[in-house]
């Protein structure tokens, strides 16, 4: 996987500073979660292929997640799009988008597909025979979910000269790799686990922004590779983080700990605060292996 | 006036173009014409004071002139701006803002106000004892208006000495510049244009984009200082202006010539054109004073 941030600051804008979004690039996919305000020309910044993206995923209808869908939508119309698109958010972002685009006496000459979310418990939402995604219901001032990423089981690794040697003909390679046994050359029954070893093992991203602290995600995203858990603010204005429903540095670590992650990246940074280095000193005391993000920056596992 | 160009490109989005948005200071107003996607960044580099705006004009529901408009108002709200918000744009504009504002489960802590424009002929929108707008009914794909901005007019100049020597009584030097005649500390009549002369003669600006080549707009912006009118191709993709209701250089310069304007800026360029320097080549050979805008540029008039 391959994690790019386009934008990580909450939503008040300063000149060097973008609101939320994201492009996971997970087996031969690239989906765009959340999308504020000049996502498209970060997405041009960070050379996405515009084509390439056919699912977004909206976490909350707060304007600094997806008031850059819209204009996103109609510049994939401009460029002829003619994949389907599917937007993945809470209720009432369908008709919102529509109306926007009624009034441009407007609409896409690609498939635009909506799929509104209303669950209060943790969803399957996508699916495909290498992906998996899940919402993370989150506890934020408005309907909002993170978006769990797993990738599926990898296939068992062929051991080649073994698999010569036991004489097994090569039309039975595809099986091998999907983990079955198969009768070689000879009629002779061979056992899976003695030409192949296991894959890599799968890996998974987990997306928590906007929310309060809340341990009722950590079952969610146990044992994740990779955690991005928004810390708008630092412990001192832990009463602001509270009452606003963000978190502290302090406690996305305690969350990334208690659910066993190998990864934490911080980010949605309230842009009162010019030097992000002191969310890592605050969580480090907490969680070791922590990051954080920044417009640009690529983490891949 | 000082416009200042915040964008004026057209709207598939590149790295370094911006949509349509410009800031008009006339007589202590700063007016907001257009609000495309990124404007409150704009408006942050260009360093304006966000609250000293209190007026926005949207000339139609294409998103790369209004998806910006949003954004600022939220952001206006975080800022807990207290002054009063006046939008003026198409009969739609209120229901789809409210419907996001609803959406996020938020409103406005000041008063936002919407003035929506439904005419087909020149109204005047907005006056005070200084300034007058009135829309310029243009001819787009959509619901479109231009603004013309215009000063009204200056106040008489006091010429001092002259008023000191006809024995005038300092209380009435506010009279004379409205000018009116007064009577002298002697009882005598001192006629106005004796002690004072004409005040600088009043300017006025016109904003139209987008739009076809349409003259039925001329007598509006008759005799204007500065007109600024779309040209979002040349002359060798006429074909696509007249497809998509857009003008030419060549186009905007002969209504420039036809309205005996002072100034013509060209924008709202395709962002096909990597260097708009053919604009004016093409626009000089119909009206001299020709000049293009750019995202950071300011004209002063």
Same mark, same amino acid.
Not at 262 to 283: C, M, N, P, W
């Given at each position: 996987?391959?994690?790019?941030? #386009? ?6 804008? *300063? ?45 909350? #209808? ?6 850059? #869908? ?10 002829? *799009? ?43 939402? =996508? ?52 983990? =079955?046994?198969?009768?070689?050359? @000879?009629?002779? #029954? ?78 949605? =940074? ?20 922590? @990051? ?8 891949? =596992?």
């Amino acid at each position: 996987m391959k994690l790019t941030i #386009l934008g990580c600051h909450s939503a008040t804008p *300063r000149i060097n500073t973008h609101p939320t979004s994201q492009v996971l690039e997970i087996r031969n996919h690239i989906f765009l979660i959340d999308c504020g305000e000049g996502t498209q020309v970060q997405l041009r910044k960070n050379k996405v292929k515009f084509n390439r993206i056919k699912h977004i995923f909206i976490s909350h #209808l707060h304007g600094d997640h997806w008031f850059g #869908l819209v204009g996103l939508i109609s510049t994939f119309r401009l460029l002829t *799009r003619e994949t389907d698109l599917h937007i993945h958010g809470p209720k009432g972002i369908k008709e919102v988008i529509t109306m926007q685009m009624k009034l441009a006496d407007s609409w896409t000459n690609y498939k635009l597909i909506f799929h509104e979310l209303t669950s209060n418990t943790s969803q399957l939402i =996508f699916e495909d025979d290498k992906v998996e995604v899940y919402t993370i219901p989150l506890d934020h001032r408005v309907y909002t979910n993170g978006f769990l990423f797993k990738e599926k089981e990898n296939e068992r690794k062929l051991l080649l000269g073994a698999a010569e040697d036991a004489n097994i003909d090569k039309a039975y390679y595809r099986k091998l790799k999907q983990g =079955f046994d198969v009768v070689n050359k @000879d009629g002779k #029954l061979i056992k899976n686990d003695t030409v192949t070893k296991a894959g890599n093992p799968p890996k998974s991203y987990a997306f928590c922004s906007d929310t309060a602290y809340s341990e009722s995600i950590v079952p969610i995203i146990k044992d994740v590779d990779v955690l991005y858990h928004e810390s708008t603010f630092l412990e001192k204005l832990s009463h602001l983080a509270t009452k606003t429903k963000h978190s502290t540095a302090k406690q996305a670590a305690t969350i990334a700990k208690m659910a066993n992650v190998k990864q934490l990246i911080l980010g949605h =940074f309230s842009t009162r605060y010019d030097d992000v280095s002191e969310f890592i000193d605050e969580a480090s005391e907490v969680f070791e292996n922590v @990051d954080t993000a920044k417009a640009g920056k690529t983490f891949e =596992f």
